[in-house]
């Protein structure tokens, strides 16, 4: 629960500063289905979905593989709203597979989604840093020889299987045209805004051959807090933590300068105001 608005709730409550998202932006990137509702929301390009959940599933499974398969053709990819890392996440290609995928994400979250996959998609990467002013890091582009980027590859096959997503195999700069790099960024620092993220995200868009653009997901607790794509702009790690930890405190100190409580005597308006209808009553009793 370090990512899904859980801790970064019980830290509220403490009044402690802490590194990254607030409670919102962490709950809504962690949920599929209400990020992607978000974002279609605020016209940031994302890919046609159905979602559903498990109760859903058990009462009426054929009428939500026809709504999939008349809203999406295929191949589509099956992921459980909840969670990351690519784990649940499935491709697939006719409805055989995408029975199967059902009950494979059905293991890790209650609601899921079908969404449209793109083909032969381009997978960029861009990190998003700061608060109400964020500015996006160089682009990335993951190498993966498989349908998508999946947990073996950011995990299990390279070369330092203890470093996670930075020691993923990956192209940086992104060999994308300077338009192209930029719509990207804009694009990342706009979703940033849009989840009212903080500290660092890591925002995965996909691009079709005709570059159009859609925005994937958002990681508020990024790997290694994407300190590679940093680096590349002369950000060294040390650095990137001491500014994490100076946003943490801006944002920690701007908080508490803002009012959470309103003084009034509502409670004894109504008091009087009761008072004053009982003795009306007495009189009309009198009367």
Request: aromatic letters at 8%; a negative charge.
């Amino acid at each position: 629960h370090c990512e899904d608005g859980t801790l970064q709730g019980l830290l509220e409550l403490m009044n402690l500063p802490y590194v990254g998202a607030g409670v919102v932006g962490s709950a809504v990137g962690m949920d599929k289905i209400v990020m992607k509702a978000i974002f279609n929301e605020n016209q940031l390009p994302t890919l046609p979905y159905v979602w559903w959940d498990q109760q859903e599933w058990e009462i009426g499974a054929d009428a939500i593989i026809e709504d999939v398969e008349t809203t999406l053709p295929y191949p589509l990819f099956v992921k459980p709203a909840m969670g990351g890392s690519s784990i649940g996440v499935a491709y697939v290609e006719n409805q055989d597979e995408l029975l199967s995928a059902i009950e494979v994400a059905g293991h890790y979250s209650r609601r899921m989604l079908a969404e449209q996959a793109v083909e032969d998609p381009i997978e960029i990467n861009c990190a998003v840093m700061g608060t109400e002013e964020p500015t996006g890091s160089v682009c990335e582009q993951p190498i993966t020889e498989a349908n998508f980027l999946s947990f073996d590859d950011k995990y299990i096959h390279q070369e330092d299987e203890s470093s996670g997503m930075a020691g993923a195999d990956r192209k940086i700069p992104a060999p994308i045209s300077e338009e192209l790099t930029l719509h990207v960024q804009q694009l990342a620092e706009r979703t940033f805004q849009v989840l009212d993220c903080a500290g660092v995200a890591r925002i995965d868009f996909l691009v079709d051959a005709d570059e159009n653009v859609y925005v994937n997901e958002i990681n508020t607790i990024p790997g290694s807090y994407s300190y590679y794509l940093w680096a590349h702009q002369g950000i060294e790690f040390p650095q990137l933590v001491s500014e994490l930890i100076d946003l943490a405190f801006a944002s920690h100190v701007k908080k508490n300068t803002l009012t959470y409580t309103y003084t009034t005597n509502l409670l004894s308006q109504a008091d009087a105001s009761l008072s004053k209808l009982k003795k009306g009553n007495k009189l009309g009793d009198t009367a």
